[in-house]
């Protein structure tokens, strides 16, 4: 195990990091839940002018230590100094006024106000005591959206700009507190590659000014390319951190999960000559997407790959019947089939894993088995009356079949970790016994372990004769489990790869 004295590193190759003043440093903090901990041993050290990526899998106490650091939760013991001083934060607000501020995944912008209005909400800057100084707003939330190099209009509404814009005024929101310190929790969840290399260059800014950064993400990739140091939990414990520079790829996940993990490839298949399972032809959407035709074959795992707002989303919801669209037909094998709403996609055997999954996905108030059992409920009625000890054991199949941790079904999906969350989503739609899934971003804010689970399980789902349409936005992923690649670029398709021509240079060129 790695001393907590020991986590902090020079910067990719550098010694600027070990000589940089030490900002914030927490130890043994420690939290239960009705005398279950979720936390146990709580430490890291964050240095002025860098970035510490947090890590651990889902359950690892991450959030438990981040609500703790912010003054959302009370911890039962352990220590948190800013500056070499003792703090004790009593609310976020209290933490806001010591300098650490926090990007959470879940949005909370006021769609109706200006990009201005939502950055400044409750510290509205004023002309006297009564009038709100709309002009002095502005022009400061022009100067610092020009200060990250975020493209975003400061008078737009919310209401008006895509979620990977609504993600960046949340991350503008926080650095514009002019916080010495700011937690970033899973920030690039909801925005695509252009965005997130913006976000980094405003990490970078931020960094060169002093500001001390810690980073959650599941994505290891960007974990290499942004931050100096790491820190990793696993079981609700500190177990390991240090220079990223000194830890590899395999090196850290084996820290993460306690295990190695082999490098995930699907083995190469041909299907052609092989009849179709499903066929969309000719689908079009007026400024979404135009002409788009995709086949999908028993068995196989068919990608779509393109930038946020290329038409790949809204192309899988007009196809699952949650978008309307202007024109196109579906042939499931071989027969058309009408789909006009997501009752008869799900008539027709195709079920939808959305990407959002606690806006879409769940109803995270009700129970776990009522959110996996809830899309196929005429299944379970006998003369208008619920079997509910068949829906009982298919609920118990369903949670052994995913590996759901969960203490009893009748829980609140709300108290799973996101992995689990994701797998209770995967539940709800194989309950509906579909021959075609589409996963659009199926192991988003999901760990590594769980990721591998994912991958194993629509593997075992096309073995069966089915097949899967997979969004996703992590290259490697969509490269260690599609059989064929079709890249999205402005709604129309700009390509199809597969096999020793499916590569990142090849994806990335052709989607942008």
């Not at 890590?55 to 911890?75: D, P, V, Y």
């Not at 610092?144 to 190099?149: C, T, V």
């Not at 190695?260 to 007026?286: M, N, V, W």
């Amino acid at each position: 195990m790695t001393s907590n004295r020991e986590i902090q590193g020079a910067p990719h190759g550098t010694d600027r990091v070990g000589t940089a003043p030490l900002l914030l440093a927490a130890a043994d903090l420690a939290k239960s839940f009705n005398r279950i901990p979720a936390l146990v041993d709580g430490r890291i050290a964050l240095r002025s002018g860098t970035v510490n990526a947090l890590c651990g899998g889902n359950g690892a106490g991450k959030s438990t230590f981040l609500g703790i650091l912010m003054g959302m939760l009370r911890r039962d013991s352990g220590t948190v100094s800013i500056k070499g001083r003792e703090v004790d934060f009593q609310s976020p607000a209290e933490a806001l006024d010591g300098g650490v501020a926090i990007i959470t995944q879940e949005l909370s912008p006021f769609l109706d106000m200006t990009v201005a209005e939502n950055l400044y909400l409750g510290r509205e800057q004023r002309r006297g005591r009564f009038f709100v100084d709309d002009r002095r707003m502005v022009a400061e939330a022009e100067e610092i959206l020009a200060r990250l190099k975020f493209n975003i209009p400061a008078r737009a509404r919310l209401r008006d700009l895509s979620v990977a814009q609504s993600q960046l005024v949340e991350i503008t929101k926080a650095i514009s507190r002019r916080s010495e310190i700011l937690i970033m929790d899973e920030p690039t969840s909801a925005i695509g590659e252009r965005e997130t290399q913006m976000l980094f260059d405003a990490i970078r800014t931020l960094t060169a000014e002093g500001v001390g950064i810690i980073y959650v993400s599941h994505r290891l990739t960007e974990i290499f390319e942004i931050a100096d140091d790491y820190t990793v939990f696993r079981d609700g414990r500190f177990v390991g951190g240090g220079a990223v520079s000194e830890i590899d790829r395999k090196g850290l996940i084996r820290s993460i999960v306690g295990r190695d993990l082999l490098d995930h490839r699907r083995e190469a298949k041909s299907f052609e000559g092989a009849k179709p399972l499903l066929q969309a032809r000719g689908f079009s959407s007026k400024g979404k997407f135009s002409d788009i035709e995709v086949t999908l074959h028993p068995g196989e795992i068919v990608g779509l790959y393109g930038l946020l707002g290329s038409g790949r989303s809204e192309f899988v919801n007009a196809l699952y019947g949650t978008e309307p669209r202007d024109a196109g037909e579906i042939l499931i094998e071989g027969k058309p089939t009408e789909i006009k709403t997501p009752a008869d996609s799900i008539r027709a055997g195709i079920s939808l894993v959305t990407e959002d999954r606690k806006q879409t996905g769940l109803s995270l108030t009700a129970s776990v088995a009522h959110n996996i059992t809830v899309a196929n409920l005429p299944h379970y009625a006998r003369k208008g009356f619920m079997d509910g000890s068949e829906e009982a054991k298919s609920v118990r199949d369903h949670i052994k079949r995913f590996s759901i941790k969960t203490a009893s079904p009748d829980l609140p999906v709300q108290s799973l970790s996101g992995g689990n969350q994701q797998k209770v989503v995967l539940a709800r739609c194989v309950d509906t016994n579909p021959r075609v899934l589409i996963c659009d971003e199926p192991t988003r804010g999901v760990d590594e372990g769980a990721k591998r689970e994912i991958y194993a399980f629509l593997e075992s789902f096309v073995r069966a004769g089915n097949a899967v349409l997979m969004i996703s936005s992590e290259i490697s992923e969509i490269l260690g489990n599609a059989d064929r690649i079709v890249v999205f670029q402005r709604g129309r398709i700009a390509g199809e790869v597969s096999g020793p021509d499916a590569t990142q240079e090849t994806l990335v060129h052709l989607a942008s």
